[in-house]
């Protein structure tokens, strides 16, 4: 009888009943036990990509997942095969790295913002990565930087045609599962391949010129980095751009309001300009940049025209 071993993994990557599972002694080919298909509710497949799993091994390279370990956090979007589910994309993402760059395209601020809603949404951490900094003629970049490390956001500024930055963001990214985010043009697949190369490639992301991506489905994948962590494939941006926030939620999802919401005059504030506003107050004290604000006012009359503008 072959003796089997156990070990602790992350699931990469699914096809169908089959999961690919890497652990510290190596990547394996997994089936579910079927235990795990019984009962599941209202989840359409109960293990899915970044889930943390323990598997047994008896004849290597295949095993079965034997347990699968508390979610942090998940992904999720509407199951178009059954109205009403949620489908989870994928799970235990770190954090959402939004890309920008000072120029060629410059940077559209209120772009980083909704990206960032998408993050507290997604209850991920966002970072605010600033490329092509070697384009900069004024400091305005330098601004932007200040008001989102201000906020508790990490921010970096980076020029990977001179690799400057690098060093940080690969800090950042390290030990992490990160998701890439931002505009076409901006430098994403040019930063992955310099944090590792060949990382762009085998994300897709270097067909990405018309901002879509070359992936006709949505199967999601986990990228192992080699200094430790995990780059998670493309369409996830498409998958959490389809954020549905309320704007009644909308205050909440802004960090820095936190602290004034609840004590405006009106119970009902939509922080517009009412009397007595908490928001407005802040602002005008500095301690809420306005720039943020700006982007508030925007999101939230986007919101009411029922026109999300990506
Ligand atoms: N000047 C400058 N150009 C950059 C930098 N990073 C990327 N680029 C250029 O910007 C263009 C778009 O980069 P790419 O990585 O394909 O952007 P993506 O669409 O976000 O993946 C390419 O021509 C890159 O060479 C940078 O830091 N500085
Ligand atoms: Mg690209
Ligand atoms: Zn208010």
């Known amino acids: 009888m072959n003796e089997s071993r156990e070990y602790d993994g992350r699931v990469i990557k699914s096809f169908g009943k089959r999961f690919i599972v890497v652990t510290p002694d190596g990547t394996f080919d997994c089936e579910m036990r079927g235990r795990f298909r019984i009962g599941t509710g209202a989840i359409s497949g109960p293990v899915v ?9 008896e004849n290597p390279p295949y095993g079965a997942i034997e347990s699968l370990l508390p979610r942090r956090n998940k992904i999720s979007r509407p199951d178009i095969s059954r109205p009403g589910k949620e489908q989870v994309i994928v799970a235990n993402c770190d ?3 939004v890309v920008s760059s000072v120029a060629q395209p410059k ?22 990565v600033i490329n092509k900094t070697d384009l900069a003629t ?10 989102y490390q201000s906020i508790g956001y990490e921010a970096v500024l980076t020029s990977a045609a001179q690799g400057v930055g690098m060093d940080r963001l690969r800090e950042i990214v390290r030990f992490k599962t990160s998701i890439f985010v931002g505009h076409s043009g901006v430098g994403k697949s040019s930063l992955l391949n310099t944090l590792q190369p060949g990382l762009a490639v085998a994300t897709g992301e270097i067909s990405d010129s018309t901002g879509r991506g070359i992936h006709t489905t949505t199967a999601v ?10 780059i998670v494939d493309t369409p996830g941006q ?11 939620e909308l205050p909440s999802l802004f960090r ?10 009106f119970r009902q504030c939509m922080h517009i300009g009412e009397p007595g506003c908490k928001i407005t107050e802040a602002i005008q004290q500095g301690k809420i940049a306005p720039e943020r604000y700006d982007s508030y006012l925007r999101i939230h009359q986007s919101l009411l025209d029922e026109k999300p503008e990506w």
């Open 49 to 57: 990509v970044g889930d943390h799993v323990t598997i047994s091994v």
């Open 95 to 97: 954090q959402l790295v």
């Open 107 to 128: 940077f559209k601020q209120r772009a980083i913002d909704r990206f960032l809603l998408s993050a507290e949404r997604n209850e991920m951490d966002g970072v605010v």
């Open 138 to 147: 004024t400091g305005a970049h330098l601004r932007l930087a200040e008001i």
């Open 221 to 230: 994948e986990l990228h192992p980095l080699d200094f430790g962590g995990f």
């Open 238 to 248: 498409r998958v959490i751009s389809m954020w549905e926030a309320s704007v009644e």
């Open 256 to 265: 820095e309001f936190g602290p004034y919401l609840g004590n405006c005059k």
